[in-house]
């Protein structure tokens, strides 16, 4: 009976995230639409991945409607042009985004009118932890999250086999990658140039992803944005370290360490402007292809890209992948996008019925065999990790990691200030008085933002 009762549970929860109305009341999309519109950027993988969702989809439905999924060149392109459209009453049926983009454009974003109140221990069944926290916003199902992804360690086995003395793996710790570093890096017989790096760290010029790895780095020494009301930014803030240890501020730790790496002063110095082509997108995942540094830091979507660039080295790289190091916090930041219904989108019953169909197993499988994508469904996890064993990491640390959820600002944004922090902090200024001066910028934004708000007249109830 017991057994029963979890999967009534199961099914019942399911079928508030699907949207469903009674089938009798069903409509056809092809009477609403002629064809079923999708705005979306991302990899061209995931775009053939959303048209074989759709497909599947308006068959189910016996629909004629035609598959429009567009994706964009950027994702600040998707989001503009987003925008303008809603304002002027217009919007696709369904938009691929971020959580961070939904999160603080909540009042154009139509929740499923079926799932008020679903508790997320009931998703929680179903889902990761990071995607329910997408999913549910003020207790109403706002999407459908389609991967996880998390930053982790590529590193190259032989020079770790050979170089290192007690392990053939990349230390779990921060601290014992400083270890890795001393005991990888090779130098010339002056110690001017650096022959072969350990770890490509510490620029913004040729490491891909280089803000994102300080902001995961910021978010393993414990960092926090914003007070959980959001009207207070905090991360530019001091913390008290109690007892003996003095107070510290999370994101300058993590700066100073994050650009130790490019030192020539520093014991980890290990990385520098010659070692890759600042010129070319490929950066440091061709210096790894060619031989010439240890370990990267990546996503897993880049996969594929460094796998393709090492079958045309002549180095013949085996490539291993470890987890991103622990400092005080076992926690990372995940890269997720997810479907949302816009307000104006032309049909919203039509259009969550689409969406509780991609959330399903079968649509989410086939996501992420077109993908290779992260799975956020707990019973396509074991699959996933059997048919493509290097997501294995990924998949294990997105169940632990988190997501943006600034409510004035996006992570992109923070992404490239971060950026502009490491570019100027590589060339002596003062890190704490760039940080403050970003955190107090942050600030007047949103009491700024809070002040109009307060003053806006109440909209008439339609």
């Given at each position: 009976?017991?057994?029963?009762?979890?999967?009534f549970?199961?099914?019942?929860?399911?079928?508030?995230?699907?949207?469903?109305?009674?089938?009798?009341?069903?409509?056809?999309?092809?009477?609403?639409?002629?064809?079923?519109?999708v705005?979306?950027?991302?990899?061209?993988a995931?775009?053939?991945?959303?048209?074989?969702?759709?497909?599947?989809?308006?068959?189910?439905?016996?629909?004629?409607?035609?598959?429009?999924?567009?994706?964009?060149?950027?994702?600040?392109d998707?989001?503009?042009?987003?925008?303008?459209?809603?304002?002027?009453?217009?919007?696709?049926?369904?938009?691929?985004?971020?959580?961070?983009?939904?999160?603080?454009?909540?009042?154009?974003?139509?929740?499923?009118?079926?799932?008020?109140?679903?508790?997320?221990d009931?998703?929680?069944?179903?889902f990761?932890?990071?995607?329910?926290?997408?999913?549910?916003?003020?207790?109403?199902?706002?999407?459908?999250?389609?991967?996880?992804?998390?930053?982790?360690?590529?590193?190259?086995?032989d020079?770790?086999?050979?170089?290192?003395?007690?392990?053939?793996?990349?230390a779990?710790?921060?601290?014992?990658i400083?270890?890795?570093v001393a005991?990888?890096?090779?130098?010339?017989?002056?110690?001017?140039?650096?022959k072969?790096?350990?770890?490509?760290?510490?620029?913004?010029?040729?490491v891909?992803?280089?803000?994102h790895?300080?902001?995961?780095?910021?978010?393993?020494?414990?960092?926090?944005?914003?007070?959980?009301?959001?009207?207070q930014?905090?991360?530019?803030?001091?913390?008290?370290?109690?007892?003996?240890?003095?107070?510290?501020?999370p994101?300058?730790?993590?700066?100073?360490?994050?650009?130790?790496?490019?030192?020539?002063?520093?014991?980890?110095?290990?990385?520098?402007?010659?070692?890759?082509?600042?010129?070319?997108?490929?950066?440091?995942?061709?210096?790894?292809?060619?031989?010439q540094?240890?370990?990267?830091?990546?996503?897993?979507?880049?996969?594929?890209?460094?796998?393709?660039?090492?079958?045309?080295?002549?180095?013949?790289?085996?490539?291993?992948?470890?987890?991103f190091?622990?400092v005080?916090?076992?926690?990372?930041?995940?890269?997720?996008?997810?479907?949302?219904?816009p307000?104006?989108?032309?049909?919203?019953?039509?259009?969550?019925?689409?969406?509780?169909?991609a959330?399903?197993?079968?649509?989410?499988?086939?996501?992420?065999?077109?993908?290779?994508?992260?799975?956020?469904?707990?019973?396509?996890?074991?699959?996933?990790?059997?048919k493509?064993?290097?997501?294995?990491?990924?998949?294990?640390?997105?169940?632990?990691?988190?997501?943006?959820?600034?409510?004035?600002?996006?992570?992109?944004?923070?992404?490239?200030?971060?950026?502009?922090?490491?570019?100027?902090?590589?060339?002596?200024?003062?890190?704490?008085?760039?940080?403050?001066?970003?955190?107090?910028?942050?600030?007047?934004?949103?009491?700024?933002?809070?002040?109009?708000?307060?003053?806006?007249?109440?909209?008439?109830?339609e």
């Amino acid at each position: 009976m017991i057994q029963f009762s979890r999967i009534f549970l199961l099914i019942f929860s399911a079928f508030l995230l699907l949207g469903c109305e009674p089938k009798g009341s069903q409509q056809s999309v092809s009477t609403k639409t002629e064809s079923f519109r999708v705005w979306m950027h991302g990899s061209v993988a995931e775009q053939q991945a959303l048209e074989s969702i759709v497909r599947e989809f308006l068959a189910q439905e016996k629909s004629t409607a035609q598959i429009d999924v567009f994706r964009f060149n950027s994702e600040s392109d998707l989001r503009q042009l987003l925008l303008h459209e809603i304002a002027e009453g217009y919007a696709p049926d369904v938009v691929y985004t971020t959580p961070a983009w939904v999160i603080q454009n909540i009042n154009k974003i139509l929740p499923n009118p079926n799932a008020e109140g679903l508790a997320k221990d009931n998703l929680l069944q179903i889902f990761i932890p990071p995607a329910v926290e997408a999913m549910i916003i003020d207790n109403w199902v706002y999407g459908i999250p389609m991967y996880a992804d998390t930053l982790a360690i590529v590193f190259n086995r032989d020079h770790l086999i050979t170089r290192l003395s007690s392990t053939s793996l990349p230390a779990k710790t921060w601290v014992g990658i400083e270890k890795n570093v001393a005991e990888l890096t090779q130098f010339d017989e002056e110690e001017k140039t650096i022959k072969t790096s350990a770890i490509a760290l510490g620029l913004t010029e040729n490491v891909r992803d280089a803000a994102h790895i300080l902001a995961n780095l910021w978010a393993v020494y414990g960092g926090n944005f914003e007070s959980p009301d959001g009207t207070q930014i905090i991360f530019f803030r001091e913390r008290l370290g109690g007892g003996s240890i003095p107070s510290y501020n999370p994101l300058e730790n993590a700066t100073n360490f994050f650009i130790s790496f490019t030192n020539k002063n520093s014991k980890n110095r290990t990385w520098n402007v010659f070692l890759a082509d600042k010129n070319t997108a490929l950066k440091n995942f061709q210096t790894f292809v060619n031989g010439q540094v240890s370990m990267i830091i990546t996503y897993s979507k880049n996969l594929p890209l460094i796998k393709n660039l090492a079958d045309k080295s002549s180095a013949r790289i085996d490539m291993g992948i470890a987890p991103f190091p622990s400092v005080s916090a076992d926690r990372l930041l995940t890269d997720m996008k997810m479907l949302v219904v816009p307000k104006k989108s032309s049909d919203p019953n039509i259009a969550w019925r689409f969406l509780g169909f991609a959330g399903d197993k079968k649509a989410q499988q086939i996501f992420f065999e077109k993908t290779n994508l992260p799975t956020i469904r707990l019973d396509l996890m074991s699959l996933q990790k059997e048919k493509n064993s290097d997501l294995s990491v990924f998949i294990d640390q997105a169940k632990r990691a988190q997501v943006w959820r600034s409510k004035n600002i996006e992570d992109e944004i923070f992404y490239q200030d971060l950026e502009k922090i490491i570019q100027a902090a590589t060339k002596g200024q003062n890190i704490k008085k760039l940080i403050s001066g970003l955190g107090t910028r942050y600030q007047i934004f949103v009491d700024q933002k809070n002040k109009i708000q307060a003053t806006r007249p109440k909209k008439s109830e339609e």
